[in-house]
């Protein structure tokens, strides 16, 4: 038995055509995106507040760096603060160590 050929051909499933790029990418596009909001975004918002509580410290300030030490800033330079932790003892530090400023008195109350 002997099939015409016109028949085979249309009984093939039809050609798959190329795909769309922007589906393609789709996915990509938007895990980029949950990361933009839930990881990107927040870390530039709190160096932008770090960055403009550096440049507002003043002399007076009370201030805890990253390693856990609490001083009155007795003077601030370009780069570097000089801070108070006790009577008579002062350390200079890189602005950039301030990890936040403390409330005017907190530091005589404890």
Same mark, same amino acid.
């Given at each position: 038995?002997? +099939?015409?050929?016109? +028949?085979?051909?249309?009984?093939?499933?039809?050609?798959?055509?190329?795909?769309?790029?922007?589906?393609? +990418?789709?996915?990509?596009?938007?895990?980029?995106?949950?990361?933009? +909001?839930?990881?990107?975004?927040?870390?530039?918002?709190?160096?932008?507040?770090?960055?403009?509580?550096?440049?507002?410290?003043?002399? #007076?300030?009370?201030?805890?760096?990253? #390693? #856990?030490?609490?001083?009155?800033?007795?003077?601030?330079?370009?780069?570097?603060?000089?801070?108070?932790?006790?009577?008579?003892?002062?350390?200079?530090?890189?602005?950039?160590?301030?990890?936040?400023?403390?409330?005017? #008195?907190?530091?005589?109350?404890?």
């Amino acid at each position: 038995m002997t +099939f015409p050929t016109s +028949f085979v051909i249309a009984q093939a499933a039809p050609a798959a055509g190329a795909p769309n790029p922007i589906m393609t +990418f789709l996915p990509l596009i938007l895990l980029f995106v949950v990361f933009y +909001f839930l990881m990107i975004r927040p870390q530039m918002k709190r160096q932008k507040e770090h960055r403009n509580m550096v440049a507002a410290l003043s002399k #007076g300030d009370e201030v805890v760096t990253n #390693g #856990g030490i609490a001083g009155k800033v007795d003077e601030v330079g370009e780069s570097f603060i000089t801070v108070e932790i006790a009577p008579n003892v002062k350390i200079k530090l890189q602005k950039g160590a301030v990890q936040q400023v403390l409330p005017k #008195g907190t530091l005589k109350s404890s």
